[in-house]
């Protein structure tokens, strides 16, 4: 068990003053429109880029943007890649940039790709999980979300529904995880936190509707030629769930409404990059992500 969080009393949920304190309290860190809205700016010479929606937080607007590859035909299965469902997960942002960046128009030729890179830019700018009503988008992809995030995401892709053969999510899973951000869930939901342990390494999350094992060891195979994945833990399990193979547990992503569940895709994963262990650089999480999208959508060339 961890030390009680420093917003609200142990065992009462958070109401509207327990939220506004922690919104007080957050601060901006990075600039989302230096580090991501310039980088999408400049993939726009060589990818269609739209503005999907914008998000109005206190004093700041925040643009979404979606990156589709050019060349796009209807013959072609579409891919959605999305990044910063959790703003904080750096690697899962420039992960998604790097790959259109290096890969874009390589797999373009076989396939039509659809790239959200930061669906959670104030949780960029501030390190966060949540947004600012201290809502988890990742736990927002259902009918009637509370959060904007995720709401303006899952509107946007309704168009693709039907043709989208792949969802890859790119996250992180930090060590601030155990230190801020599970203290602070426990707290807001007025319940007992207990830590697991941090994998140390990158890992998978399929989903148990549809865990494709052998799709998720090709993303595997890929990831391991450039960054080491998580061992299980003494119990075989990751972060307290039971391994289905090396580097991946399964979660029902649509009934928890993460964003791998947010389109009928047979193929679905979420990545975690692991960017505290002493083995690792921001790079080295980068190189990872962008591996993992390789390493599925090599699998699904080969399926065709
Ligand atoms: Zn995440």
Redesign the pocket.
Same mark, same amino acid.
């Given at each position: 068990m961890s030390q009680p969080y420093s917003i609200g009393t142990v065992g009462t949920p958070w109401g509207t003053s327990e939220k506004q304190s922690w919104l007080q309290a957050q601060s901006m860190k990075r600039s989302y429109d230096a580090d991501v809205v310039t980088k999408i700016l400049e993939l726009s010479a060589r990818f269609n880029v739209s503005q999907y929606g914008s998000l109005s937080y206190e004093h700041r607007v925040f643009d979404l943007f979606a990156i589709q590859s050019p060349n796009w035909t209807t013959d072609k299965k579409t891919i959605l890649i999305t990044g910063g469902? #959790?703003g904080?997960?750096t690697s899962?942002v420039h992960g998604a940039l790097e790959f259109l960046e290096q890969y874009g128009n390589h797999y373009s030729e076989t396939f039509n790709l659809i790239v959200l890179p930061c669906l959670s830019p104030w949780g960029y700018e501030t390190i966060n999980?949540w947004n600012p009503d201290a809502i988890d988008p990742?736990r927002s992809f259902f009918n009637g979300s509370p959060a904007q995030e995720s709401k303006l995401a899952a509107d946007y892709l309704a168009q693709f529904q039907n043709n989208i053969i792949c969802h890859i999510d790119l #996250?992180?899973?930090t060590d601030t995880d155990n230190s801020e951000f599970r203290p602070a869930l426990a707290a807001r939901d007025g319940i007992t936190n207990h830590n697991w342990n941090i994998p140390d390494g990158f890992y998978l999350v399929g989903h148990t509707q549809k865990p494709e094992p052998n799709f998720q060891k090709s993303i595997i195979d890929e990831v391991a030629k450039v960054t080491h994945i998580a061992p299980a833990d003494e119990n075989k399990q990751l972060i307290g769930v039971p391994i289905e193979q090396e580097g991946v547990i399964n979660y029902d992503g649509t009934k928890l409404g993460l964003c791998m569940g947010v389109t009928d895709a047979p193929y679905v994963t979420?990545t975690?990059a692991y960017p505290d262990s002493l083995k690792a650089t921001p790079q080295s999480c980068i190189d990872g992500q962008v591996a993992a999208i390789k390493g599925a959508l090599n699998y699904l060339v080969n399926l065709r």
């Amino acid at each position: 068990m961890s030390q009680p969080y420093s917003i609200g009393t142990v065992g009462t949920p958070w109401g509207t003053s327990e939220k506004q304190s922690w919104l007080q309290a957050q601060s901006m860190k990075r600039s989302y429109d230096a580090d991501v809205v310039t980088k999408i700016l400049e993939l726009s010479a060589r990818f269609n880029v739209s503005q999907y929606g914008s998000l109005s937080y206190e004093h700041r607007v925040f643009d979404l943007f979606a990156i589709q590859s050019p060349n796009w035909t209807t013959d072609k299965k579409t891919i959605l890649i999305t990044g910063g469902v #959790h703003g904080y997960e750096t690697s899962g942002v420039h992960g998604a940039l790097e790959f259109l960046e290096q890969y874009g128009n390589h797999y373009s030729e076989t396939f039509n790709l659809i790239v959200l890179p930061c669906l959670s830019p104030w949780g960029y700018e501030t390190i966060n999980r949540w947004n600012p009503d201290a809502i988890d988008p990742n736990r927002s992809f259902f009918n009637g979300s509370p959060a904007q995030e995720s709401k303006l995401a899952a509107d946007y892709l309704a168009q693709f529904q039907n043709n989208i053969i792949c969802h890859i999510d790119l #996250h992180e899973t930090t060590d601030t995880d155990n230190s801020e951000f599970r203290p602070a869930l426990a707290a807001r939901d007025g319940i007992t936190n207990h830590n697991w342990n941090i994998p140390d390494g990158f890992y998978l999350v399929g989903h148990t509707q549809k865990p494709e094992p052998n799709f998720q060891k090709s993303i595997i195979d890929e990831v391991a030629k450039v960054t080491h994945i998580a061992p299980a833990d003494e119990n075989k399990q990751l972060i307290g769930v039971p391994i289905e193979q090396e580097g991946v547990i399964n979660y029902d992503g649509t009934k928890l409404g993460l964003c791998m569940g947010v389109t009928d895709a047979p193929y679905v994963t979420t990545t975690e990059a692991y960017p505290d262990s002493l083995k690792a650089t921001p790079q080295s999480c980068i190189d990872g992500q962008v591996a993992a999208i390789k390493g599925a959508l090599n699998y699904l060339v080969n399926l065709r």
